[in-house]
């Protein structure tokens, strides 16, 4: 079994739902000769030729709304957004079709599409090349967000989007595409979505987070342990829809939580999680939740990005301020 | 040195004219001699206007929610869904009702959706067919997905889809366009051209002399057609599903016709339109002539049309007691609307159908 990467993970799964079902193609700038801007396509096209890895004219709307009508006549598309950045055009598809498709025609027609893109900020690149738009897609009813965070669960997650009968936005957490290697046998098994993953088990608080702010999440419980503490960490994986099950079961022993996400605050998925623990959760409840996120802010240029950005030290000092409350 | 690197032309097509004779001085195709397909048109005609007429009654009696008339349209509506086959895919605009009826889309469906039932929707067309697309000019790029899905299946199926002279100047039309172009897609993209994008003008949408012309600037073949001649519009359409099929790559046909009606029963063209264009357009409109023509050949009488009416009208209020027995008799529950959000439905959506559910067996929607 080989150590492979997050990218590495979700080039696997592509490879591997591309070989046991013709009807998955790809779909999007540069995928195929190139294999893509980060290298999540490559090789593909080698192995499957034109058809199925289509380099399209450069085109975001006509890559959304060509998908959507693909995936209503028997293909699978993956289609690929070259940048979180670009996926703005995209929406009117997304919106519009993608998630009201099977609705529509009161399940005449599904829409079995996965849109994937590298997002979130943190590699020094230009202008809409950085932002976390999850909370925009997981308010659109009809569609699944999904954000894997480490290589096996980009292999299973990705297997599972593919998939799936319905529409899925897949955000792949550019930042740490290459940041940790794992062992993940290209054995075809997808993994749930819909569910969180609990990365660490503990007692004394609870952090919920997704994507990139992973690494700094498990970097701030690593922190907290040394100082003797018992933390939790969950990865939410699937924002939309959203499992509040695990996170509520888990504050029930910890009283305590934190969500750190990169997106701005302001009407961001961990507001949707601190809403869901003001409801179902606030009886276990110990201390005020707190939400560690980015500003609401226009993403700074590279320069200053990695200050917007929750950092180890802000997780930590959310943590202890409400493991101070007694 | 210059010189010129391209150069291109629209050659616009008319065959019957707004007196009911065949033009003169070019050739006809021998679509015009076949009678018996020209008076099963005609008469899909008349029943597409007389549906038309009693869905704006059932609008104006509170018994049909806001609705897009086709007045004027007939023949272009009508011309498109009869050059496809039921394989292919049409992925209309909104007023599409002629085509629609001609690939078995019951007249009932189209009241129910604009009646407010999804049910619509689930229509008895092809089972692969769009159905009505608000969003303008999006259904482009579905119908550019369905030509390379054929495509990519090496299936002999065409996709359809038709935009109007204000969806022309929308992004999805233009990269429709490109996307026929660069994979050579069986696509036809029909332009519907009425002169009206609700309350703005042919003539500010831009300057350029046809909108077919924009199919040539993405490397189509593109033609203009008279849109009020039936003979014109399914020429046209055969000539462009022929290509595609054939594997010759995507069309571009422009079909010039008028929006007799308001835009949709939620306005009031006399805000903004002046009378006398419209009472002009009425001279050509696509019925009249049609029918001249067929009685000029002896294809067609008054007893004939008086018989046709008659039963158009009867056909018509039976599709409107469907609609209006199935809203009141046999409506949508609440939970329809969250059942088919997905193919299994997610644990937070059962719990809400849940919830939505005792609270409208309590009545507590009131």
């Known amino acids: ?105 009161r399940g005449r027609m599904s829409c079995p599409m996965v849109l994937r893109f590298p997002s979130g900020g943190g590699i020094h690149a230009p202008e809409h090349h950085s932002e976390s738009p999850e909370a925009l897609f997981a308010h659109m009813p009809g569609v699944r967000v999904v954000i894997p965070s480490s290589p096996s669960r980009a292999y299973g997650l990705m297997l599972a989007a593919i998939r799936d009968p319905d529409p899925v936005i ?54 907290l342990e040394e100082q003797g503490l018992s933390v939790e960490v969950i990865d939410v994986a699937t924002v939309s829809p959203l499992d509040m099950d695990t996170i509520i079961e888990s504050v029930e022993r910890t009283g305590r939580c934190v969500i750190i996400q990169e997106a701005p605050k302001h009407c961001g998925v961990a507001s949707e999680i601190a809403a869901g623990l003001a409801d179902a959760g606030i009886w276990h409840l110990h201390a005020p939740v707190k939400r560690v996120c980015g500003y609401d802010v226009v993403m700074p240029l590279y320069r200053n990005e990695m200050k917007y950005m929750p950092s180890v030290r802000r997780i930590v000092d959310a943590a202890k301020e409400i493991l101070e409350v007694s | 040195m210059a010189h010129t690197a391209a150069a291109f032309k629209v050659d616009y097509f008319q065959f019957l004219k707004p ?49 897009a008339s086709c007045l004027g349209h007939e023949a272009a509506h009508v011309a498109i869904g009869a050059a496809m086959k039921e394989e292919d895919c049409f992925a209309p605009m909104y007023r599409e009702y002629g085509a629609q009826f001609y690939r078995g889309v019951k007249m009932s469906e189209v009241l129910l959706y604009w009646g407010g039932d999804e ?76 002169q009206w994008a609700i309350s703005v003008p042919r003539k500010k949408q831009n300057t350029a002399a046809t909108l077919a012309q924009k199919g040539i600037a993405g490397g189509l073949p593109s033609i203009q057609v008279d849109g009020n001649d039936l003979i014109a519009c399914l020429w046209a359409m055969d000539k462009a599903v022929n290509a595609a099929r054939a594997g010759k790559g995507a069309f571009v046909l422009e079909m010039l016709t008028y929006r007799l009606s308001d835009h949709t029963t939620a306005d009031d063209a006399r805000r903004y339109r002046p009378s006398d264009e419209v009472d002009e357009a009425w001279d050509n409109e696509p019925l009249k002539r049609l029918k001249a023509y067929l009685i000029d050949q002896g294809a067609w009488s008054d007893d004939k049309e008086e018989e046709l009416l008659g039963e ?43 919830y939505a559910q005792d609270y409208a067996e309590d009545g507590g929607h009131h």
Not at chain 2, 325 to 338: C, G, H, K, L
């Open chain 2, 119 to 194: 049910r619509g929707s689930n229509f008895s067309g092809p089972k692969h067919d769009f159905a009505w697309c608000v969003p303008i000019a999006t259904q482009c790029l579905h119908a550019a997905g369905a030509a390379l899905a054929y495509k990519l299946k090496k299936e002999d199926r065409v996709a359809v889809t038709v935009v109007g002279d204000g969806g022309s100047s929308k992004g999805d039309f233009l990269e429709a366009i490109n996307a026929g172009s660069a994979w050579k897609l069986p696509l036809v993209l029909v332009i519907v051209n009425n």
């Open chain 1, 170 to 223: 897949f955000m792949e957490p550019k930042r740490i595409y290459r940041w940790q290697k794992e062992e993940v046998a290209d054995d075809g098994e997808e993994l749930p979505m819909d569910v969180c993953y609990t990365l660490r088990d503990g007692n004394d608080i609870t952090l919920v987070t997704w994507g990139s702010m992973v690494k700094e999440t498990m970097q701030a419980a690593d922190q």
């Open chain 2, 19 to 67: 007196d009911g004779k065949l033009v003169e001085d070019q050739q006809v195709p021998a679509l015009a001699r076949d009678f018996d397909r020209l008076t099963e048109l005609y008469k899909l005609m008349v029943l597409t206007r007389t549906f038309d007429k009693k869905a704006v009654a059932l609008q104006r009696t509170g018994k049909l929610g806001t609705y």
């Open chain 1, 1 to 105: 079994m080989a150590e492979i990467t997050l990218i590495e993970g979700v080039t696997m799964a592509l490879a591997r739902a591309m070989e046991e079902d013709p009807s998955v193609v790809m779909f999007g700038e540069d995928v195929g000769v190139n294999g893509g801007v980060f290298r999540a396509t490559a090789g593909l096209h080698d192995k499957f030729g034109d058809d199925r890895v289509i380099d399209t004219p450069l085109a975001e709307v006509m890559i959304a709304g060509m998908s959507v009508g693909m995936a209503s006549q028997g293909i699978r598309p993956v289609a690929e957004a070259q940048f979180c950045g670009f996926t703005m055009p995209m929406i009117d598809h997304i919106m519009c079709h993608a998630g009201r498709l099977r609705n529509r025609t």
């Open chain 2, 312 to 354: 158009c009208k009867q056909w018509v209020q039976q599709a409107a007691d469907e609609y209006l027995d199935m809203i009141e008799n046999d409506p949508q529950p609440v939970t329809a609307m969250f059942d088919y959000m997905f193919a299994e439905l997610p644990a937070d959506l059962i719990e809400q159908r849940t």
